[in-house]
């Protein structure tokens, strides 16, 4: 860093006969002629710090974020059972962790929302006797705004019902990839792909979407009961949680779907720890759950269709054959 032709040595030093004497050169300090080279050069390395910042990019609104999402959401539909099978594959944990995580924002973003009477037939009453011959000549304009927002809310319903269905596929193929051989190191993934099918049961769905969300959690149940009843204990109290409150829906379908997922939910943890002590735990602490949930929000849940529930599922049990397992699985379930 030192200029060529320019003496850097201090200048209050004595000299010998217009030289510096070998004495004197060795005696002073190394620091003290580079103080001169660092007054020289902080400058230009003191520079990038007081030039401005470049400005931050602005986050992304609601609406930017869905469409992003759609377009990942369009990729994996897009893309044939193998093809994605094997992108998902060759996909490291930690990818598939950053996966997992677009997929719950793509659940929590396209939840499904009910056609609701948005009163637009309001518009056409008229606030005055004067205004009378008014309001009719824009009837018919009132009636294509009612239509076109029909038509926008049900194409709406229809995208969210094509997104979770598009997620529910991913999470079926990313099933049959970890259990696939030579991917061992993808199986810490099972959990969350668990917790992502707990986080659609309780988000809004459609009834066709739930009727599939509840055929994957069966699924999901009978392959991988380790996980749901040892790995993932917390999880299975969520899943007890979700399938009392749609046990307590007033749609019937949604009843018998919530009742055959308990029902396997127990059948499959006596076949695995041959005991309903734990799972009965759980029903119990999600029903006290629900009704101070309740109790807080003022949303009572309706007794008459639990009870209808439950009718059901001790319907499913005394329907299994009279094996004496079987017969003590029923009697277990009576309890």
């Known amino acids: 860093m030192r200029r060529s032709g320019m ?26 002629w580079r103080l001169r080279e660092w007054e020289e050069t902080k400058d230009w390395l003191l520079l ?3 030039l401005p910042l470049p400005p931050l990019r602005p986050p992304l609104n609601h609406e930017q974020t869905r469409q992003l999402l759609m ?3 369009w990729v994996l539909r897009s893309l044939d059972g193998s093809s994605l099978r094997g992108w998902l594959r060759d996909l490291s944990p930690h990818r598939f962790v950053a996966l997992l995580d677009v997929l719950t924002l793509v659940v929590s973003s396209f939840e499904y929302k009910a056609v609701q009477d948005d009163g637009l037939e309001g518009i056409t009453e008229a606030r005055d006797m ?12 009132v009636r294509w705004r009612e239509g076109r927002a029909e038509s926008i809310d049900h194409l709406e319903s229809l995208v969210c019902a094509e997104a979770t269905l598009t997620v529910l596929d991913t999470i079926e193929n990313a099933c049959q990839v970890v259990s696939s051989a030579g991917c061992d190191h993808l199986l810490p993934i099972l959990p969350l792909l668990f917790k992502l099918i707990m986080h659609m049961l309780s988000c809004r769905q459609s009834l066709s979407v739930l009727q599939s969300v509840f055929a994957t959690q069966r699924s999901f149940v009978v392959k991988y009961p380790d996980v749901v009843f040892e790995t ?15 046990c307590a829906s007033r749609v019937p379908i949604v009843r018998s779907h919530a009742a055959a997922s308990a029902y396997l939910l127990m059948r499959e943890s006596y076949e695995s720890t041959s005991s309903l002590a734990r799972v009965k735990i759980h029903f119990t602490m ?14 009572w849940i309706n007794e008459d269709f639990l009870r209808r529930s439950f009718r059901t599922l001790l319907s499913y049990a005394h329907n299994e054959s009279s094996a004496a397992q079987q017969l003590h699985f029923r009697v277990s379930v009576n309890r």
């Open 130 to 141: 004067d205004e009378t011959i008014r309001v009719g000549r824009r009837e018919g304009a």
């Open 71 to 73: 377009s990942v959401c």
């Open 48 to 50: 990038p710090l007081s």
């Open 7 to 32: 003496d850097s040595r201090p200048r209050d030093c004595s000299r010998a006969g217009g030289r510096w004497t070998k004495v004197q050169w060795e005696w002073i300090p190394k620091w003290h």
């Open 232 to 246: 993932e204990s917390e999880q299975c109290g969520e899943l007890c949680l979700q399938l009392l409150r749609h």
């Open 286 to 299: 999600s029903l006290s759950t629900l009704v101070s949930n309740g109790t807080q929000s003022g949303s």
